[in-house]
């Protein structure tokens, strides 16, 4: 079975800019968080979806921002990028047995941004 | 929120060493996972162990949920275990759930 994947890799930007990562979860797993990883900040949960809706959101300003398609694919857009928006984000995909327990979380290899 | 810590914040070890990593954790959790970041950033899957004893080769964890603490044991430590390990828990709410990590332990095996 395939793992997470996320695309692209890695991404460099320019400040004010906006941009749109991608993450397609294990097949079968209707549950896709996002993560943001900085040396400053450690790993911060961003966002989780489950059947297309977000059900809990993490403290980030309202530039971060996500969805999740029928097929379960997710995406997450920032605008108006800040240098400090610089990190690794990372996504983790779950199956949920009955909706609500979480099973255990597997990760994507996650986008690189850079903002310069 | 609730908090996750781990210890040694940082751990140098001399190949074939044995070692033990530390996490607690401040309030009851429903998951507990393991992880090993690699050089490339990925987090690689270790032990879903909210609770009780898992062995996998030369790594082992262990979770004492109602004392609020998980080790990660690691015996004849190789170079290819150097990288950082993180902690994370998870409390499930209504409002959705998510994993809480530890800052992480960086760990260096050398030759």
């Known amino acids: 079975k395939a793992g997470v994947t996320q695309t692209p890799r890695y991404l460099i930007k320019t400040r004010g800019q906006q941009v749109t990562l991608s993450c397609s979860p294990i097949?079968?797993?209707?549950?896709v968080s996002w993560y943001q990883q900085t040396p400053g900040q450690g790993l911060q949960f961003l966002f989780e979806?489950?059947?297309?809706?977000?059900?809990n959101k993490g403290n980030f300003p309202g530039r971060f921002s996500g969805r999740q398609f029928s097929n379960s694919r997710s995406e997450m857009n920032v605008s108006t990028l800040e240098l400090g928006d610089s990190a690794l984000y990372l996504c983790?995909?779950?199956?949920?047995?009955?909706?609500?327990?979480?099973?255990?979380?597997?990760f994507g290899p996650g986008t690189r941004l850079t903002v310069l | 929120g609730i908090q996750v810590e781990q210890s040694p914040p940082d751990l140098i070890l001399q190949e074939g060493a044995n070692s033990t990593l530390r996490c607690n954790f401040s309030?009851?959790?429903?998951?507990l996972q393991w992880f090993h970041q690699n050089p490339w950033g990925q987090l690689i899957n270790l032990f879903y162990?909210?609770?009780g004893t898992k062995q996998n080769g030369r790594l082992s964890a262990t979770t004492v949920a109602t004392e609020r603490y998980s080790l990660l044991y690691i015996s004849s430590s190789q170079t290819t275990d150097s990288g950082v390990y993180f902690c994370?828990?998870?409390?499930?709410?209504?409002?959705?759930?998510?994993?809480?990590f530890g800052g992480g332990t960086r760990v260096l095996v050398k030759p």
């Open positions: 162990i909210p609770s």
């Open positions: 309030d009851s959790v429903n998951n």
């Open positions: 983790a995909s779950s199956f949920h047995r009955d909706g609500t327990v979480m099973g255990e979380q597997f």
């Open positions: 097949s079968g797993h209707r549950s």
């Open positions: 994370a828990v998870e409390q499930i709410k209504a409002a959705g759930n998510k994993l809480t």
């Open positions: 979806y489950f059947s297309e809706t977000q059900r």
